[in-house]
């Protein structure tokens, strides 16, 4: 049976594959678009604000406060040029995230994943990407970080549907730094202690080009 294209396009339960993982990559610039337009633009809270450093709350209520969180996220990684914002992000104590993004062979990716829980991977699929990485939260700072260069995350979509996601390269990076997010870590905070304090120095040399929130 096929999905009918105007609820998919405006939030509804994306199609699974052959193995129980979504289907993301279909009608992306239509749904990402009905989201964005939707929503409004949030300013990103910075290293330092409270919320970015605890674990957030599960999301229970898959109701209309919801969409509007996920809708004014995705408004927000559009004007922020983002490939993934998370909810504590945009001040929001909910384990929640948006994401669009490409993964290594140019493939894009549009999806929400709410209470997510990134999987172990047996040592056959562990192998790692250094890679530079960068955060909305820590602006105009890269490093490189080793992380796996496939991922797997399970969770619930914004319906409270169970879901799995998984994606390599570029995407896996940004699935595992989301995930992150959501249990109050930031990329830097997988860094040594010189590595983070290069990266601290080249956000206070730099000037964001979205709106942030300035920690008191």
Do not use: W
Request: net charge negative.
């Amino acid at each position: 049976m096929a999905q009918d294209t105007e609820q998919q396009a405006s939030g509804g339960v994306l199609p699974v594959d052959d193995e129980g993982f979504v289907i993301d990559t279909e009608d992306c610039e239509e749904r990402e678009t009905a989201y964005r337009e939707r929503g409004t633009s949030r300013p990103i809270t910075v290293v330092g604000n409270p919320v970015l450093h605890k674990e957030c709350k599960d999301v229970t209520s898959f109701d209309d406060d919801l969409a509007r969180l996920i809708d004014d996220m995705f408004a927000t990684q559009r004007v922020a040029q983002g490939v993934g914002v998370a909810a504590n992000q945009v001040g929001v104590d909910l384990k929640v995230f948006v994401y669009d993004c490409m993964d290594d062979e140019g493939v894009r990716h549009v999806g929400v994943v709410c209470n997510p829980v990134l999987q172990e991977l047996p040592a056959e699929k562990r192998r790692l990407d250094d890679s530079g990485e960068g955060c909305l939260s820590v602006p105009t700072a890269y490093a490189p970080l080793a992380r796996p260069d496939y991922a797997e995350v399970t969770g619930q979509d914004e319906k409270g549907n169970p879901i799995k996601v998984r994606g390599t390269g570029y995407f896996a990076r940004c699935l595992q730094h989301e995930t992150d997010h959501l249990y109050g870590y930031l990329y830097i905070d997988r860094l040594s202690k010189r590595e983070r304090k290069d990266a601290l120095r080249q956000m206070a040399e730099g000037t964001p080009r979205y709106p942030v929130v300035p920690n008191e």
